[in-house]
């Protein structure tokens, strides 16, 4: 139960900041005495732990669980020895304190609220102001007495603030680590102002070093100051502070997405190996976004998504699929076609350079083998087809029986393209979808496809891919990175729980306006269901 944003000066549960630890590492080059006592205690720790394994014997509970911790610790030892990405101030800072702040309720937004009452004033029974904006109406000392001592009926959240700050806040006051199952973080870029914060709601072209461009917003100025002090090196802390406690909030099911550019694809990716360990890593995405013009070399028109789990050996994960067009045919295996009427011709030249001159109802197919090695007194026998006699060879055998073979030639399954070889006729669409593979490039936003309200605005078809690949309904989502509030959006229209939060008021402005003027699809469920 959090409280109203009129009590915060009479609020007395406050909490210590909190403290967050980095792991210990090592040089690329293993120095056991670098001068890092830590470092070495650690050692003595681990190998201790090697020998007691090492030494235990028989079948006890004791004795199998110090073979299991010699082990891991094994296996820590052998990762000491990696090298790992260095910047400037990391070797100083073991860890990091980030203020507690109890989250206050400025604003309830309801449009369910607001339709049932201008239903209900139409009927002539109108409620009150706080009724338009589903307002509980707590007294004063409940919010200041029984603050975060109860459990509120849940509500989705955008939150105002820095998302370091804010994910604290829901580690310490509201207790949810391990509750989120999904964290999609679109974090900027670079070190670029303008790959970083929109000044205006209406005003979307943002310039590097441009004083016309600077936001009117004092804290957003000082902000991307402070965070970007020492450029890449503070991009890299920033993004590591953020992962770990990301880490700390995801269930042992969860995944995170980090969305970036090919300018820091590998400086990213080397940081969340060392939070997350290298074999969390669950795969990298590529995805198409808007074309881009290059004045030299190869234009850049696609971003990516690293994905990582918190635990690899429990990852929820839901095969999606796609459908299967013309364009996954990668070795141009399917060049034959057959016409609405049944005449079969292969493709033309143009045909192949482009698939929209196919005739319509025209399907696309290929010659596919139907022998395989081996001889068999069943199947390594004649088959007539079409007048001509067809063997499979001395040493193969067909693929199915001959009953089988008259049954796929009654079904016009069967070809014969040369006088001495039987093939079997495989549609392009005999199977309509395919695996979603880690190269998505139908996602791009732009013209004709999702109207474009922020400077750095993510398509909702990447984001809707990763939630559906790794939550289910229900399932509370988190971006630290708001944006035009895209998965927000996404999680509403797919019956996700989410939160959401930025630095900035612009995005959350924009956020609120889509998300209370969206209209989605409704679903009848083919059962009754209890909520």
């Not at 459990?151 to 509750?179: I, P």
């Not at 989605?520 to 083919?526: G, I």
Request: glycine share 6%; charged share 25%; aromatic share 10%.
């Amino acid at each position: 139960m959090r409280p109203e944003a009129g009590t915060q000066a009479q609020f007395r549960k406050k909490k210590a900041p909190a403290t967050y630890r980095y792991d210990s590492s090592v040089a690329p080059e293993l120095t056991w005495d670098s001068g890092n006592a830590a470092l070495r205690d650690r050692v003595s720790e681990l190998l201790a732990v090697v020998q007691a394994g090492l030494t235990a014997e028989g079948e006890s509970a004791d004795a199998t669980a110090a073979r299991a911790a010699a082990r891991e610790a094994a296996a820590e030892l052998a990762s000491l020895q990696e090298p790992f990405l260095n910047w400037t101030g990391k070797a100083e800072r073991l860890s990091f304190d980030v203020p507690t702040l109890p989250l206050f309720v400025h604003e309830r937004l309801s449009t369910q609220a607001i339709l049932e009452t201008l239903g209900a004033h139409r009927k002539d029974q109108q409620h009150d102001l706080f009724d338009l904006f589903a307002d509980p109406r707590r007294p004063v000392v409940d919010q200041v007495l029984k603050a975060y001592e109860h459990r509120d009926r849940w509500v989705n959240r955008m939150m105002l603030g820095d998302s370091l700050v804010c994910m604290n806040s829901l580690l310490q006051y509201e207790g949810m680590g391990g509750q989120v199952q999904m964290i999609y973080i679109d974090p900027p870029y670079g070190v670029k102002f303008g790959s970083n914060f929109q000044p205006f709601v209406r005003k979307r072209d943002v310039k590097h070093n441009d004083d016309a461009d600077l936001t009117r917003e004092p804290e957003m100025v000082q902000a991307y100051r402070d965070t970007w002090e020492l450029g890449l090196h503070s991009y890299l802390t920033y993004l590591r502070d953020r992962l770990l406690l990301a880490k700390d909030l995801l269930t042992p099911s969860g995944s995170v997405f980090v969305q970036i550019s090919d300018e820091n694809l590998h400086h990213v990716r080397e940081v969340m190996d060392e939070v997350f360990g290298g074999e969390s890593c669950v795969g990298v995405i590529s995805f198409r976004k808007t074309s881009s013009f290059a004045t030299s070399g190869l234009g850049s028109v696609s971003d990516y998504l690293l994905w990582y789990a918190r635990n690899p050996s429990g990852l929820k994960y839901r095969q999606l699929y796609r459908a299967r067009g013309i364009e996954d045919d990668v070795g141009g295996r399917y060049t034959r076609i057959e016409l609405a009427d049944g005449t079969r011709r292969p493709m033309t030249s143009e045909e192949r350079g482009n698939p929209g001159l196919i005739p319509v109802g025209a399907r696309v197919y290929r010659h596919d083998n139907l022998t395989s090695q081996g001889a068999s007194p069943n199947t390594t026998v004649d088959f007539e087809f079409e007048g001509a006699t067809f063997h499979p060879g001395k040493t193969s055998h067909w693929k199915t029986s001959v009953d089988g073979l008259r049954s796929l030639a009654k079904a016009r399954r069967l070809a014969a393209p040369t006088l001495n070889s039987l093939t079997y006729v495989r549609y392009l669409d005999d199977f309509a979808v395919s695996a979603l593979d880690s190269i998505w490039i139908d996602v791009q936003t732009g013209a004709f496809t999702d109207d474009k309200l922020y400077v750095v605005q993510t398509a909702a078809k990447v984001i809707q891919r990763c939630m559906l690949m790794t939550t289910d309904p229900g399932d509370l989502v988190l971006d630290p990175t708001c944006g035009s509030g895209t998965t927000a959006y996404v999680a509403e229209q797919w019956g996700r729980r989410w939160i959401t939060m930025d630095t900035s008021r612009v995005p959350l402005a924009l956020a609120r306006q889509r998300l209370l003027t969206a209209t989605f699809p409704w679903y009848t469920c083919p059962a009754p269901v209890e909520m």
